[in-house]
């Protein structure tokens, strides 16, 4: 089972990486830009066949390492091919 | 008193503090981040450093290595221990301490000396250094900008748990004094129990008359 896990910043957490892209696309001649935020994906390929139990499994990553809750939120999603 | 000194893949400040310690009768063993077993110790040092480059987020993978279920034993057991810089960061990743670290305001690496002033020295980390005094030490890092909820800002001030705040020469925590946007100019907290400190400057460069300055010493002379 293919999961793809995607981490961003929490909304109230400031982002100085994705102001600075977001100037950089502005410069750039990219106009109306309301807000950009930088965030992380994983994908990850698990021996697994039952979807409900690898979305758990990757929860539980997210938990434990792949976000740190204090400033970060997650989305996990099954990838199917 | 016996310290540890823990050493990752990519630590880079472990033999100068393992120096320092040692200049001032701390005996120091250095334990690998893989190794199983803490030698009995009073302190435990986490190092600066790039631990394991930095690969996720800073400390995050030094958080959860072999040896650091050993650490968070020692501590849960009240004894002390201290992450300077990398350090500091591999101990909010373990949440031996609350908060985080996120990347300087500027987005740039700094590399400069910077003063602090120290808040609260009734600490095992500050016991020998008077309050409200201006230490110059220098700093080193690309993500030390000091975040947390306004909930445990508000506790950790309540607590007395801050301990090191940037300022200017003078002793003025000012906005100009912040070199990386830390709230409340914060650059060294412990947790509520007093015996995890973690800080963002390091001592360990700034305890030898012959390269810049002493003030860094006043830590490893208080630390019991």
Not at chain 2, 95 to 122: D, E, H, R, S
């Amino acid at each position: 089972m293919k999961l793809q896990v995607i981490v961003t910043l929490k909304k109230d957490v400031l982002d100085p990486q994705g102001s600075a892209i977001k100037s950089s696309l502005s410069n750039m001649g990219f106009k109306n830009i309301e807000s950009l935020r930088q965030g992380k994906t994983f994908e990850i390929i698990l021996k697994e066949k039952d979807e409900k139990a690898a979305l758990s499994k990757a929860k539980d990553m997210c938990e434990k390492l792949l976000a740190n809750l204090t400033i970060e939120d997650y989305s996990v999603r099954a990838i199917k091919e | 008193m016996k310290a540890s000194v823990i050493v990752f893949p990519g630590s880079n400040c472990d033999r100068d503090v393992r120096i320092s310690l040692e200049k001032f009768g701390i005996k120091t063993s250095m334990v690998w981040h893989a190794d199983v077993k803490l030698p009995k110790s009073d302190l435990v040092v986490l190092p600066g450093g790039f631990s394991y480059g930095d690969y996720l987020r800073c400390g995050s993978i030094a958080s959860k290595s072999r040896i650091m279920k050993e650490v968070i034993a020692h501590s849960k057991k009240g004894g002390s221990v201290m992450g300077i810089c990398n350090g500091f960061q591999i101990l909010v990743e373990s949440q031996l301490l609350p908060g985080v670290l996120i990347k300087n305001i500027n987005l740039k690496f700094i590399c400069k000396n910077i003063t602090v002033k120290v808040i609260n020295n009734k600490t095992n980390f500050t016991s020998k250094i008077s309050r409200n005094s201006v230490l110059e030490i220098p700093i080193a890092h690309n993500e030390g900008n000091y975040f947390a909820s306004k909930n445990l800002i508000d506790e950790l001030e309540d607590n007395n748990q801050i301990i090191l705040q940037y300022c200017d020469a003078a002793g003025n925590i000012t906005e100009q004094s912040n070199p990386n946007g830390s709230i409340k100019n914060i650059a060294g907290i412990v947790n509520k129990k007093g015996n995890v400190f973690g800080l963002m400057p390091h001592p360990e460069r700034a305890s030898d008359e012959l390269l810049s300055g002493m003030d860094g010493s006043l830590i490893f002379k208080s630390l019991k």
